[in-house]
């Protein structure tokens, strides 16, 4: 009687379980799902699936002053992309007494409008920028420090 | 057992649909995230350069080139910083200061701050909540006569500049780890005491207390 029970709740158990892992893998909001770096990514029938976001490296922060990332998204894939979303976050610090936080250093919104369609095989720096903002009570500790941003975009592949 | 089975096979159909939509809604615009690692530098405070000192009108006038903590943005405050080097030392006379804003700041101390005291001066450069490093030491300057009693330190609201005697030529600020130049010819004559470099090395040495003047300093002479 006990296996009767088992066998078609496991059953359900592990078909919800692939339903979740599959949507999961689809959902724009997921963080965890953004993995892509510099390049590496998926393929589909043979053909890339990714894009490139890429950034100059930013300089000569000090307390109030606000820098402007300007981002520039590479669509190796032949379908246009039409980017959804772009943000940054810091991420780390190289000083202890200055961590990785808002209070040290900030990236505001993307100053520029969304979505932004980027042609197959296409380059486009984005017309609007991410503000990179360190407050005014900054730790003096944050002096001469280093600190890594990472900028993440979400996309959609648009079809022919 | 034929209720289960019929229970499975509803289940097993409405996951099977779920899913198929979402491979269709997928398949009609795949979801393509990036991310990008990119590096940020914050400026470093620099240390304070060593300022000059020189005797005018019976006054100490400091001075020192203005500072940068990047390209075009000058410091906002100094502290400037008497140290005595007598022995026993009187207490340090520490003010702050607001920058002008032009390329170079000077400030004064009194006679009567400073009598009965051999003095050389620190300064060091501040923006915002950010102090970077004490400069080397200027020259130092030697005002005889009995000390005031005064607290161990005082920070009364000095006025850059402006604060400076009238009829007080300008010093020359010396550059960012250079000695310091002796003053110009409007050097009071009233004492014998030279002025000289403060940080370049040499034999001799001084009764300084400890934790002050070290032996890059030279000796005051004529005093």
């Known amino acids: ?160 | 057992m034929r209720r289960y089975t019929k229970h499975l096979a509803g289940a097993t159909l409405v996951l099977a649909l779920s899913a198929g939509g979402t491979a269709l809604a997928a398949a009609n615009g795949w979801t393509v995230p990036s991310t990008a690692l990119i590096s940020a530098k914050v400026a470093k405070m620099p240390r304070g350069v060593t300022p000059s000192a020189a005797r005018q009108s019976g006054t100490a006038v400091v001075s020192w080139s203005a500072q940068e903590i990047t390209d075009g943005v000058r410091m906002d405050h100094y502290v400037v910083t008497a140290h005595s080097i007598d022995d026993p030392p009187l207490p340090d006379i520490t003010r702050t200061i607001e920058a002008t804003g032009g390329t170079a700041e000077t400030v004064a101390f009194t006679a009567a701050e400073l009598a009965g005291g051999k003095w050389y001066w620190t300064i060091a450069p501040v923006y915002r909540n950010w102090t970077g490093a004490e400069s080397g030491k200027s020259q130092r300057l030697n005002f005889p006569g009995t000390p005031p009693a005064r607290p161990a330190s005082t920070d009364p609201a000095a006025e850059p500049t402006a604060a400076a005697p009238a009829g007080i030529a300008p010093t020359t600020p010396t550059a960012p780890n250079q000695p310091a130049t002796t003053t110009p010819a409007t050097t009071s004559p009233v004492t014998t005491e030279t002025t000289e470099p403060a940080d370049p090395v040499t034999t001799a040495t001084t009764t300084a207390p400890a934790g002050e003047p070290t032996p890059g300093d030279t000796a005051t002479t004529g005093s």
């Open chain 1, 1 to 160: 009687m006990l296996k009767k029970w088992w066998t078609p709740l496991a059953t359900l158990v592990m078909l919800a379980g692939l339903l979740v892992v599959a949507t999961t893998d689809q959902s724009p909001a997921a963080e965890d799902t953004m993995v892509m770096v510099g390049g590496r990514g998926g393929h589909e029938h043979g053909g890339p699936l990714y894009f490139t976001l890429t950034a100059g490296s930013v300089h000569g922060l000090y307390p109030g002053k606000v820098k402007q990332l300007r981002v520039t998204v590479n669509n190796p894939m032949g379908y246009r992309l039409r980017l959804q979303q772009l943000a940054g976050r810091v991420t780390w610090s190289s000083r202890r007494g200055c961590p990785a936080t808002s209070a040290s250093l900030q990236v505001r919104p993307y100053t520029g409008r969304l979505p932004v369609l980027i042609s197959a095989h296409g380059r486009t720096t984005l017309t609007g920028t991410l503000p990179i903002l360190m407050p005014s009570g900054t730790s003096e500790k944050c002096a001469g420090a280093h600190f890594r941003i990472t900028i993440s975009g979400m996309g959609y592949r648009v079809d022919r």
